[in-house]
């Protein structure tokens, strides 16, 4: 007798439990929720933990600025030369501007072309003046950023299967908020992974055509003029100076009449005031 009882007991006590679990399981508030969230996006990020990338697939972006003084006469031919040699590199201008003493164009090349694209444009022509090159290293910041992406996309899925459990109006309003946040934060982040895989896969290259006059143009040897340069230069200034004179005194041709005619007259009065002098 004694047995049975106790099996009766037990019994009616398993049968409690069980009707509490089912009554509060549906009744679950968005703070155990949270938790239970919290532990699974733990769980989700070291999961998604983004490997160290090799050598070969570091994230450089590579930018250049180029100089090159031109003559005046030349100045067609070197841009035609830098627009084929753009297109012979699979690149394409991404601005451009011009004015009287300078051309200048911005190129986004292929990152693979790079190098040997700064390199043929020793051969466009003209004087290259200046070139500079510089590699930023973006692997570390973009590493961290892919694994931010992973974390937030992984919350993002945690949050959602809480949704479809969510049964008071409460809880679906809090829980459709994070979602929301998180996807706009997800959103932004792909736009500046987007923006970097394109910095990345193609460089940058500033090109100044600088416009010189001829004498500027000569090589940095030739500092020193030579004495048929200075001779020809002193025959130059001296018929610019006659061309100037004679366009001067041109100019001052009605007082050389007025000025002419006054002494005609003057003589002439001089010379009738001597002869009725002598009458």
Known sequence: MKKILIAVVAALSISSCSRANRNTEPAASAEIAQEYLSEEIVEASSANSTPVPSADTRKLI?????????????????????????????????SEKQNEFRYSVSASIPSASFEDFTDALNK????????SINVQD??????????????????????????????????????????????????IMNGRRINIDRKVA???????????????????DDDTPSFGSELVDSLSDGWAIIKFLVVFLLRLWPFFIVGGAGYFFYKKRKKDSKTSSKN
């Not at 193609?202 to 000569?218: C, H, R, T």
């Open 62 to 94: 590579a930018k250049g600025n180029v100089e090159i003084k031109v003559k005046p006469e030349n100045v067609d031919s070197i841009y035609d030369n830098i627009n084929a040699l753009i297109k012979k590199h699979n690149g394409y201008k991404s």
């Open 138 to 187: 973006v692997t570390d910041a973009y590493t961290d950023l892919i694994s931010e992406i992973k974390s937030k996309e992984a919350a993002l899925e945690q949050y959602r299967v809480l949704l479809k459990r969510a049964n008071k109006i409460s809880e679906i309003i809090e829980i459709q908020t994070k979602i929301d946040y998180i996807q706009n934060d997800i959103d």
């Open 124 to 131: 466009v022509g003209g004087k290259m003046s200046d070139k």
């Open 202 to 220: 193609y460089s940058v290259v500033d090109i100044d055509l600088i416009i010189v006059k001829k004498e500027m143009a000569k090589d940095d």
